[in-house]
């Protein structure tokens, strides 16, 4: 069997992560969200609730080809957006008081409309990435006219970064049995190559 060089393989590699790349980018973004999520976006932005549509959905929002079901949320903890989520959640599944005071705190997941099963999962940080800043430098994009916010190439990155080192410590404090343990290598791994498309971006 003929060998590639080590040139024509990194050529080879390239082309292969820039195939699922679009390059029509277009005003209006490919977000594959289901009439849920929709109707739950719609309803949180209305709300006036400051968020940003991340994971893959926001990839998909970059013009980069990117399967996944469903659709996480990164919202503010400042009063108007608590408020202003509790009640979006409250209406859509009967979420209790006690959400109110879960939005207020950090590293808390909310998975919509179950753990097992989230089609929405709503995030109240980013381990100390700052929201403001991140939200401030975040890219407006346009899904069936409404204006959404997702964060930029390199805090898309940044996000993947924090998800691995997370994923890393959770491996090396023992949080799981071997099969938890191959399920989270596999998310790694799907993240890694997450971050080299969105590098493939920045060209």
């Known amino acids: 069997m003929k ?8 050529r080879s590699a390239q082309a292969s992560v820039q195939s699922r790349i679009r390059r029509d980018v277009n005003t209006h973004t490919s977000i594959d969200l289901s009439k ?3 109707l739950f976006i719609r ?3 209305s709300s006036g609730a400051r968020f940003l549509v991340i994971g893959g959905k926001a990839m998909q ?3 980069v080809e990117r399967d996944t079901v469903d659709v996480d949320i990164w919202v503010s903890r400042d009063e108007l957006t608590v408020e202003s989520a509790f009640l979006t959640l409250k209406e859509f599944c009967g979420a209790p ?10 590293s808390i ?13 709503i995030l109240t940080s980013i381990a100390d990435l700052p929201f403001d800043e991140t939200y ?3 890219i407006d994009v346009t899904w069936q006219k409404l204006v959404l916010r997702v964060p930029n190439v390199n805090d898309m990155i940044r996000i993947k970064q924090i998800a691995i080192a997370s994923t890393d410590s959770r491996i090396a404090a023992g949080e799981w049995n071997a099969v938890g343990v191959e399920e989270a290598r596999r998310g790694i791994a799907s993240d ?5 498309l969105l590098r493939q971006l920045k060209v």
């Open 3 to 10: 060998l590639l060089s080590r040139s024509r393989r990194q």
């Open 43 to 45: 309803a949180l932005a």
């Open 192 to 196: 890694e190559q997450d971050i080299a």
């Open 136 to 138: 401030g430098a975040a």
């Open 97 to 106: 008081a006690v959400f109110r005071e879960r939005l207020r705190e950090p």
């Open 61 to 63: 929002a970059l013009d």
């Open 36 to 38: 849920t999520q929709g």
């Open 109 to 121: 997941r909310v998975p919509i409309p179950s753990e097992r099963d989230p089609e929405i999962d």
